[in-house]
C-alpha cells in the first residue's frame, strides 16, 4: 500500500509487515534448510573405519578415500549442526595426529523428521484480528512475548 500523511501512522506498517511475511511464507510454501560443511579428513588408515562410521552417524555423505601409503585424506559433506563437537572428537581418537579442516559449503534441505517446530510464542500473526488488537495494546497477551 501506500502512506496517506493524515491517516498513516508508522504503526500501521509496523504491524502490516509481519502479516505480509507470513502471508507470503503461507502461499508459497517453505522449505527449511539446513547449513553444510565440507571437511577433508588426513589421518592415520587405522582409523578410517572410526572416521567412516562417524561420518555416516552425522549423516555425513563422504567421496572415496585417497591411499597415502599409511595416511589416508577423505572428505565429505556434514550438517553442521550434528559436526559441531566434531573436531574435538577426531583430534581426540587420532591422539591429536589427526587434521580435520572444514569450510562453508552451503544448504540442503532438511529431513522433515529432523525439523523443529517451537511451540508460538504471542499471537499468531496468521490470525489477523488478534494480531492487530494485540499489536495496538487493545487486547491481553502481545504480539511479541519475551517470556
Do not use: Q, W
Amino acid at each position: 500500500g501506500e502512506d496517506h500523511p493524515i491517516h498513516t501512522h508508522p504503526l500501521d506498517f509496523t504491524i502490516a509487515t509481519p502479516l505480509a511475511i507470513a502471508d507470503g511464507l503461507r502461499n508459497t510454501g517453505t522449505t527449511l534448510l539446513e547449513p553444510y560443511i565440507h571437511a577433508r579428513f588426513t589421518c592415520s588408515d587405522e582409523h578410517y573405519g572410526r572416521l567412516m562410521s562417524d561420518i555416516i552417524y552425522m549423516r555425513g555423505e563422504a567421496t572415496p578415500p585417497m591411499h597415502r601409503k599409511t595416511t589416508i585424506v577423505l572428505e565429505a559433506d556434514i550438517p553442521v549442526a550434528t559436526s559441531l563437537d566434531y573436531p574435538a572428537v577426531f583430534a581426540s581418537y587420532t591422539s591429536g595426529r589427526g587434521v580435520m579442516s572444514a569450510v562453508f559449503c552451503g544448504y540442503r534441505v532438511c529431513p522433515d523428521e529432523l525439523g523443529k517446530t517451537m511451540e508460538r510464542r504471542g499471537v499468531d500473526p496468521l490470525d489477523r484480528s488478534k494480531y492487530i488488537l494485540a499489536a495496538r495494546h487493545a487486547m491481553s497477551g502481545t504480539v511479541f512475548d519475551v517470556n
